[in-house]
């Protein structure tokens, strides 16, 4: 399995990253003609304009213009037409590409996505499964993704892959994508969504179809490892080390290291002690019980974990003495 997400800057050419999705080289080339098409009408009028102010220029010898036209009608249909007929082309041309991007193929494994602050909620209804800030996808299969958000405006950017929607509280939008190759590819929220909004970053990652079965196997094992094992597993897979440390260093959040069982000083001035119910509650509620000198950004876990997981990142809690 690939686990380096795919750099943006490394691959690719001057002009986009590297193009890992169906409709990425349509989008390429389209712009890459447009953009041509402009380099090249801009040039020539700059050329045509300059020619004509060192021609025409006014000089001792030449005080007063020779002639003196009003209009030229071939001249005015061509520079009306002309422009008029490529807009046209490139109406029709990007309109179609339009469609293939909004219009997802008939069989496309759906894929739901709730954007709230400041995490990515990722459920795949046909596998009853559910993640955070991660899609699983496997390579060369339609994925549509059905997404809406739970407090403001966010929007789903996937640069590789070239597909962007916005997502709008209470309403449903879709996307759809297809990998043509396997790698880890970062995505991003492009829409301003608070102080966490830099922070809202996830990955989708491209599995082959064997990978894939294998991720799908090992999602059915968490049932049966050990929990200190499956809270160690989701202490990566669900983004807690990118807030909660477990070596004793300060992040966002407080550390997990020496946590089971420690006095917490919170925010209202009570002294609490880190036992199941409240590292539990914690994790559901985090807003209920803030500890001084943090703020509250984590966001709320209720529904996003199972009973089983909450007890899994206990147990390992415990063992982070």
Not at 43 to 54: E, K, R
Not at 98 to 105: E, N, Q, R, T
Not at 191 to 209: A, K, N, P, Q
Request: aromatic share 12%.
């Amino acid at each position: 399995m690939a686990d380096q997400v795919e750099s943006l800057v490394e691959h690719g050419n001057i002009w986009f990253p590297d193009a890992a999705g169906s409709m990425a080289t349509k989008v390429d080339f389209l712009y890459s003609v447009t953009m041509w098409v402009s380099v090249v009408i801009f040039v020539a009028m700059f050329l045509v304009g300059l020619y004509f102010v060192i021609k025409y220029k006014r000089s001792a010898i030449n005080q007063k213009a020779e002639s003196h036209v009003t209009d030229n009608v071939r001249l005015e249909l061509a520079w009306s037409f002309i422009p008029f007929v490529l807009l046209m082309i490139l109406f029709a041309w990007s309109f179609r590409d339009y469609l293939d991007l909004v219009i997802a193929p008939p069989d496309a494994q759906e894929i739901k996505v709730v954007a709230k602050k400041w995490l990515w909620e990722v459920e795949y209804p046909e596998l009853n499964m559910k993640a955070l800030n991660e899609i699983v996808v496997p390579v060369s299969t339609p994925i549509k993704l059905t997404m809406t958000a739970t407090d403001v405006l966010h929007s789903l950017f996937i640069p590789n892959f070239r597909v962007k929607r916005d997502i709008i509280p209470n309403r449903y939008s879709t996307l759809w994508f297809e990998a043509i190759k396997p790698g880890v590819f970062q995505l991003f929220c492009t829409e301003f969504c608070g102080d966490g909004h830099s922070e809202m970053i996830g990955i989708v990652r491209v599995l082959s179809e064997p990978d894939y079965q294998e991720w799908l196997l090992a999602g059915s094992e968490d049932e049966s490892i050990p929990l200190d094992e499956l809270g160690k597993k989701l202490y990566v897979s669900k983004a807690c080390n990118t807030c909660h440390s477990i070596d004793g260093t300060d992040m966002v959040g407080p550390t997990w290291k020496g946590l089971f069982n420690s006095d917490r000083n919170l925010q209202s001035g009570e002294v609490v002690t880190a036992d199941d119910n409240y590292i539990r509650e914690s994790i559901v509620y985090p807003q209920v019980k803030l500890v001084s000198g943090y703020q509250p950004v984590m966001p709320a876990y209720a529904g996003l974990l199972s009973d089983r997981d909450i007890d899994g990142i206990i147990a390992y809690i415990k063992t982070l003495k």
